[in-house]
């Protein structure tokens, strides 16, 4: 998912939504008072304190389930294939933003997908700002990023989705609770539109992993080979 985020006006309205990088959660977009709506990762079993007092003061929206995928450097082992078994990836030791408060969510529902798998989670590590940045530091650090099937480039790396099962992150729209406001209604709508359009939460074929807490939070109705 999407480590950073970009600031936009929509009708009056601050909104956060993805930019590049492993995903924001909920605790980083509910710290930032000025913001109204935030795009996010929204799993839903963080063990962080005060993670119920946040979600308690907030509305959500299903907006997409979205496919995972590895960011490996192109002379890795597992580069050259056009997808990456989960299974594969034990003995590896990968990157998920941990370290980063404001991707707290990502990171822990990381720790679910790697345990029992053998995948590390690399060491924790400063907030990265920015693209640039985040491509220096990744480079530097010579790190395999677990990240979403859209992601930015980065030079000398090639991103691989993972399957076998096809992990999933939950990406939903949070605003105050009681937030009225036309440009809310804009964006909710819009994310029904677009979401109904291009199949968001589509299930992929085959088997596919979803925390079990998540599978009703983001209105999966088929049952699949979600994780625990």
Not at 146 to 156: D, R
Not at 164 to 184: I, T
Request: glycine content about 14%; hydrophobic content about 45%.
């Amino acid at each position: 998912m999407k480590a950073l985020v970009f600031r936009k006006e929509r009708q009056g309205l601050r909104f956060f939504g993805p930019g590049p990088g492993p995903g924001p959660g909920l605790g980083g977009q509910a710290r930032r008072a000025a913001v109204a709506v935030a795009v996010a990762v929204t799993a839903r079993d963080r063990a962080a304190a005060g993670t119920a007092q946040v979600r308690a003061g907030l509305g959500h929206q299903p907006v997409r389930l979205e496919p995972m995928a590895v960011l490996l450097r192109t002379d890795h082992p597992l580069a050259g294939a056009g997808c990456v078994p989960l299974g594969d990836l034990a003995g590896e030791t990968l990157y998920a933003a941990a370290g980063n408060p404001d991707t707290a969510e990502w990171t822990e529902l990381a720790e679910r997908l790697f345990a029992g798998r053998g995948i590390a989670m690399a060491e924790p590590f400063p907030e990265i700002a920015g693209a640039e940045e985040f491509v220096r530091v990744v480079r530097k650090q010579g790190w395999s990023v677990l990240a979403s099937v859209e992601f930015i480039e980065v030079p000398g790396m090639v991103l691989r989705p993972v399957v076998d099962p096809v992990p999933l992150s939950p990406v939903g729209m949070v605003w105050r609770r009681g937030l009225r406001h036309p440009g809310l209604d804009a964006l909710r709508a819009a994310a029904r539109e677009l979401g109904a359009r291009e199949g968001w939460r589509a299930l992929p074929e085959g088997d596919w992993w979803l925390p079990e807490a998540d599978v009703a939070a983001m209105g999966v109705a088929a049952a699949g080979a979600e994780g625990p």
